[in-house]
Nanobody
Framework: VQLVESGGGLVQAGGSLRLSCAASGRTFSGRTLGWIRRAPGKERVFVAAVLWSDGVTYYADSVKGRFTIFRDDAKTTVYLQMNNLKPEDTAVYYC?????????????????WGQGTQVTVSS
């Protein structure tokens, strides 16, 4: 399985970014694709997830209403649209995948990971 993220960068507070995760190497039916972030000096934290087969989504409370996760079946790509960014959103963002749709906040349940993309939000 390969997960390749792109789209990170530097943005001012209130701005927007769209992250992409190109997925390949297996069928993703029955799997969840998620975005997880690690802020400097902190643990990895779940951000958002989408169930590949039907597009059902789930978000951390901290990003609900600001971030949107969606997938493109034809391109086998998952996106994270991030609006109204805040300095506390600064982190390395990872795309990851796992089986099933339960206990999505448990980051150790994700078995394949991308290399990460840096998002920096200035105040």
């Amino acid at each position: 399985v390969q997960l390749v993220e792109s789209g990170g960068g530097l943005v001012q507070a209130g701005g927007s970014l769209r992250l992409s995760c190109a997925a390949s190497g297996r069928t993703f039916s029955g799997r969840t694709l998620g975005w997880i972030r690690r802020a400097p000096g902190k643990e990895r934290v779940f951000v958002a997830a989408v169930l590949w087969s039907d597009g059902v989504t789930y978000y951390a409370d901290s990003v609900k209403g600001r971030f949107t996760i969606f997938r493109d079946d034809a391109k086998t790509t998952v996106y994270l649209q991030m609006n109204n960014l805040k300095p506390e959103d600064t982190a390395v963002y990872y795309c990851a995948t796992r089986l099933g749709w339960s206990n999505l906040r448990a980051v150790d349940e994700y078995d394949y990971w991308g290399q990460g993309t840096q998002v920096t939000v200035s105040s």
